[in-house]
């Protein structure tokens, strides 16, 4: 069974630029989790989606950051300009919403950034 | 006051011996859901287990049990027969309303042979 899918899994570019990390969940599942995981900070949730919609969207650092869900299949979470300081391994993670809090995230294999 | 405190950062175990990686949570909320995941040094995260707050019995799955005491507001993750490949971080997490995860600080764990 395909797990969830991230693109891609290093990306190294230069401060100013434009980043765009790609996620494709676990088909049947109707949450998707960003998070960013670094050494001082360690795993902080950034946003989450339930249904494509967002619905918390208070970990996001800064207007810099952005994320999409246009439809069950695909996310993208964008940060433009992109500074040093957003080095990081990035990961998105699916679940099942339902009526209880049984369903445990599947996360992919996480994006690791590296901003010059 | 942290969600979710992992007080080992670091622990060594010998090969084949039992292994409990402490966790303590802090909520008011009386439904809710504790995991654990398992991130080796290639790092992806692997879900290991899931206790729920009204579950009456501990959580096992294969080497993995928790040790939940709800009174103590913990939930311990016990290895047992630890193997080489066990050598990984292990993070806690809960989950409350809101399907959030909140994640612990970690707890490397080391298999000697």
């Known amino acids: 069974d395909a797990g969830v899918i991230q693109s891609p899994r290093h990306e190294v570019t230069e401060m100013g630029q434009e980043v765009t990390l790609r996620c494709k969940p676990i088909s049947g599942h109707n949450s998707l989790f960003w998070y960013r995981q670094t050494m001082m900070r360690g795993l902080e949730l950034l946003i989450y989606f339930n249904n494509n919609v967002p619905i918390d969207d208070s970990g996001m650092p800064e207007d810099r950051f952005s994320a999409k869900m246009p439809n069950a299949s695909f996310s993208t979470l964008k940060i433009q300009p992109s500074e040093p300081r957003d080095s990081a391994v990035y990961f998105c993670?699916?679940?099942?919403?339902?009526?209880?809090?049984?369903?445990?995230?599947?996360f992919g294999d996480g994006t690791r950034l590296s901003i010059l | 006051a942290q969600k979710i405190t992992q007080t080992q950062p670091g622990m060594f175990v010998q090969e084949k011996e039992a292994v409990t990686l402490d966790c303590t949570y802090d909520?008011?909320?009386?439904?809710?859901?504790l995991f654990w995941y398992k991130q080796p040094s290639s790092g992806e995260m692997i879900f290991l287990i899931y206790q729920g707050s009204y579950d009456e019995q501990n959580a096992t799955e294969g080497r993995y049990s928790l040790n939940f005491q709800k009174a103590r507001k913990s939930a311990n993750l016990v290895i047992s027969a630890s193997q080489l490949g066990d050598s990984a971080m292990y993070f806690c997490a809960i989950m409350e309303y809101g399907n959030k995860l909140v994640f612990g600080a970690g707890t490397i764990l080391r298999v000697k042979s």
């Open positions: 993670a699916s679940s099942i919403m339902g009526g209880t809090i049984r369903s445990p995230q599947h």
């Open positions: 909520t008011s909320d009386q439904s809710y859901g």
